[in-house]
C-alpha cells in the first residue's frame, strides 16, 4: 500500500486565472475527490478510511488538513509519452542561398550616396560619418546581412589611416563591429560623392584648402586616387592660392563642386552671396584656373608608372569645376 496525502479542495481565492503570470488556470472543484463510500465497487482496489470528524473548537495533530487514502500499485502502469510538436526552423538553419533570396528581396535598389564627413577633431583625427540618404537598414542587421549589403550596394569598406581612433560614430545607432573595423566605413568609389561642408570642424571656420588638405592626410593615398567625385562647402574665406598640390593624389577626381548654400557658412559670406557676390561661376573659374597652373608646373614624378601618368592626363582633360546649390533630402 502507498499512502498518498491530498490537499483538500483550495478556496477560490487561491485560483490562478488566465490573467496570471504563470497563465495557468482551474476551477474550484479541480482539486476534490468525490467519493460515495455506500457506492463504491467492492473490487475497485480501493480502501477508504473515513477519518473521525474532530470535535468542535478542538485543535490535535490528529485532525490536520489532510484525508488518508490508500491506493493499490498497479504493477502495470500506463505509461504516457509527450510528443514534442514540430518547430519553425530558425532564419540561421536556412539555407544560404534561401537566405541570399531573402537578402535580396529585403535590400532596396542601389543609389548614389553623398558622404558628409564632418566634426572633425585633433584628439582622434576622425571625421564624423553622415550618408544621404541613410544605409540600409540590412547595414546594421548582423555580419552577414551587411556583406550582402556591400556586394549588392556595388562599393567596399574604406579605411581612416588615424592610429588614435575612438569610437564616435555608427551606423543607424550601432557600431560595425570591433575596434578595427571600426576605423572603417563603407563607400562606393564609382557612384558615391564625398562633401566636406563647412562644418567639417565644430567651428565651421575652416577653408576649402584646409579641409581637402586634411581628407589627403586621413585616407590612405590607393583611396584618394580613387576619388572620382568630391563637393566641398564655400567658405568665402580661401584665396585657393596653395590648393593645387593637394589635389594631385585625386588622379580620378573628374568632378569638383563647390556648394554654394551650405547651411552652416559664416552669416556675412549669406549675405554677400545673397548680393551676388561673388557673381556665379567666377570662384569655380578661379579655381580651375589656379588647379591648371599649379598643375602646368608640375615636374614628372619618376615614381608613378607611365599607366596612371597617362590616366592622370586624361582624367585632367575632362574634369570639371561646378558651383552647385545642394537640395539633400534623406
Not at 608613378?304 to 570639371?320: F, M, P
Amino acid at each position: 500500500m502507498m499512502n498518498i496525502m491530498k490537499k483538500k479542495e483550495p478556496s477560490e481565492d487561491s485560483i490562478m486565472t488566465t490573467d496570471s503570470s504563470g497563465q495557468s488556470f482551474g476551477s474550484p472543484s479541480s482539486c476534490a475527490m468525490s467519493i460515495d463510500s455506500e457506492d463504491a465497487p467492492q473490487d475497485s482496489g480501493v480502501d477508504i478510511k473515513s477519518p473521525p470528524v474532530p470535535p468542535p473548537n478542538t485543535q490535535s495533530d490528529q485532525y490536520n488538513d489532510t484525508d488518508t487514502v490508500d491506493l493499490h500499485i498497479n504493477p502495470n502502469p500506463i505509461k504516457t509519452t509527450t510528443q514534442n510538436s514540430p518547430t519553425t526552423p530558425t532564419f540561421t538553419g536556412l539555407p544560404p542561398a534561401v537566405r541570399a533570396l531573402i537578402w535580396f528581396h529585403a535590400a532596396p535598389a542601389p543609389r548614389t550616396r553623398f558622404l558628409e564627413l564632418h566634426t572633425y577633431n585633433t584628439i582622434d583625427h576622425i571625421p564624423r560619418l553622415r550618408y544621404i540618404p541613410p544605409l540600409p537598414p540590412l547595414f546594421s542587421t548582423n555580419q552577414e546581412a551587411r556583406n550582402f549589403s556591400i556586394a549588392h550596394e556595388g562599393g567596399e569598406l574604406v579605411h581612416f589611416t588615424s592610429e588614435n581612433f575612438t569610437a564616435l560614430f555608427s551606423f543607424h545607432g550601432r557600431r560595425i563591429g570591433g575596434e578595427e573595423n571600426e576605423k572603417k566605413f563603407y563607400f562606393n568609389f564609382d557612384r558615391d560623392i564625398i562633401w566636406l561642408s563647412a562644418r567639417f570642424t565644430a567651428a565651421c571656420n575652416t577653408t576649402e584648402t584646409v579641409r581637402l588638405t586634411t581628407l589627403s592626410y586621413i585616407l590612405p593615398p590607393i583611396s584618394l586616387f580613387r576619388v572620382q567625385r568630391l563637393v566641398i562647402s564655400y567658405s568665402g574665406l580661401d584665396s585657393y592660392a596653395l590648393i593645387g598640390p593637394y589635389l594631385r593624389p585625386f588622379a580620378r577626381l573628374e568632378t569638383l563642386y563647390l556648394c554654394m548654400n551650405d547651411a552652416r557658412i559664416k552669416e556675412n559670406v549669406k549675405r554677400l552671396l545673397k548680393k551676388g557676390v561673388p557673381a556665379g561661376g567666377v570662384t569655380a573659374e578661379k579655381l580651375r584656373s589656379i588647379i591648371e597652373q599649379t598643375e602646368a608646373d608640375e615636374t614628372d614624378d619618376d615614381d608613378e608608372s607611365e599607366e596612371v601618368a597617362t590616366e592622370r592626363l586624361d582624367v585632367r582633360a575632362r574634369r570639371r569645376m561646378l558651383e552647385v546649390y545642394l537640395r539633400l533630402e534623406e
